[in-house]
């Protein structure tokens, strides 16, 4: 489960000789700080989109291309950066904002978050990892604790965590563990873990399916020769704002087992678009030969605009005999239902059907929010 947004950098490559360069700048990285990598790794892609440029303007499309496809990994590894220090920083924020009452190590933290997230919104993202490391330690061993416990409080009080999530917990039991012994090694561990994790909501926060706009979409195909199923789920963001961090359990039957079992989306973008795939199992009561799943595909979408809810199944017979009264019932996010099960009565083999569904909206139907 991994979302990058990828319009921030043009024109990317390397060169023989830069891979000579790149040897040199990831030896270095592992005796320097996040910041300093993060810088290094920057200053070392803008050289080489220069090269890449070098080398079209010489008429040596070959060499651009090589040097583009080698670049290309640097250049999802420093978006991969740019976001955990995104996360980083509006965790802090997020953290820092609700204390009732600020130390003197907390209000210096929160100025050198707010002048990261500035370092961030500008580009200049070697200063905003300095920022993050800055605000960790101005917090102080006291500070520091706070956060740790607070954190795990919170990861401890979500019941089923993502991978994600469990990754954060085992760094901020580390960070607890080792802070009367090793303050640096436990800032390094709360730094890694808001990094991964980026802001928990400690209240409950309103259904994703009612402050947004975007299009979810969750299917279901049974790849040859496994015992399980691949559920993907997709979601675009059609909306004008970005898409909160948010929990989602897998839509499974019940019976069903699935991993992870709990997907943890980060925030999205305008235009923005994640996909997951997720392992689903049976219980094993039956065999694979004898599910339903395997001889349909089915794939229903879900178009979210603000409360309202629009949904529709598209299914495939993937048998060559006639399949006769299907009844559908697809998953419904809280606050929906389905107003009737709709019922296919005969699908050719082969044959595909797109059929709507009449849906609820619970909140309306109680006069809630109107």
């Known amino acids: 489960m991994q979302y990058e947004s990828r319009r921030f950098l043009e024109g990317l490559g390397t060169s023989q000789a830069g891979a000579t360069e790149l040897a040199r700048v990831q030896a270095s990285d592992t005796g320097t700080g996040g910041a300093e990598a993060t810088l290094k790794r920057i200053d070392y892609i803008e050289e080489e989109a220069e090269n ?69 919104r500008e ?23 706070r956060s740790l416990n607070t954190l795990g409080r919170h990861l401890n009080e979500m019941g089923e965590l993502s991978d994600i999530e469990e990754i954060a917990l085992t760094l901020v039991n580390q960070g607890k563990r080792s802070i009367d012994s090793d303050l640096s090694s436990a800032s390094k561990a709360f730094e890694d873990a808001i990094s991964a994790l980026g802001p ?65 989306i980060p925030e999205i973008p305008p235009e923005g678009f994640i996909e997951i795939g997720i392992e689903i199992r049976p219980s094993g009561s039956f065999p694979q030969t004898a599910l339903l799943g395997s001889s349909l595909n089915i794939t229903t979408g879900y178009y979210v605009d603000y409360g309202s809810l629009k949904v529709q199944t598209r299914i495939e017979n993937r048998t060559p005999n006639l399949m006769q009264g299907l009844l559908l019932d697809p998953w419904m996010p809280d606050g929906f239902e389905t107003l009737r099960l709709p019922l296919v009565e005969n699908l050719s083999p082969g044959g595909i059907a797109h059929v709507p569904i009449e849906v609820l909206n619970l909140r309306e139907a109680v006069g809630i929010g109107s």
């Open 123 to 145: 580009g200049t993202w070697g200063a905003a990892a300095d920022c993050v490391e800055g605000a960790v330690s101005s917090m102080g061993r006291v500070g520091l604790e």
């Open 52 to 120: 890449v440029q070098f080398a079209i303007w010489a008429n040596r499309p070959i060499s651009a291309k090589k040097m583009l496809k080698t670049l290309s990994k640097e250049v999802d590894e420093a978006e991969g950066q740019i976001m955990n220090l995104y996360r980083a920083l509006s965790s802090l924020e997020r953290s820092l904002e609700e204390l009732e009452e600020m130390s003197e190590g907390d209000r210096n933290a929160w100025d050198l978050t707010m002048l990261g997230l500035q370092h961030l």
């Open 200 to 264: 928990i909501a400690v209240h409950e926060a309103t259904s994703p399916f009612l402050v947004n706009s975007f299009f979810l979409s969750i299917g279901t195909t049974w790849p040859e020769g496994k015992d399980h199923a691949l559920m993907v789920i997709t979601l675009e963001n059609t909306g004008e704002n970005n898409i909160s961090t948010m929990r989602l359990a897998p839509p499974i039957p019940y019976g069903w087992s699935s991993t992870p079992k709990m997907c943890e």
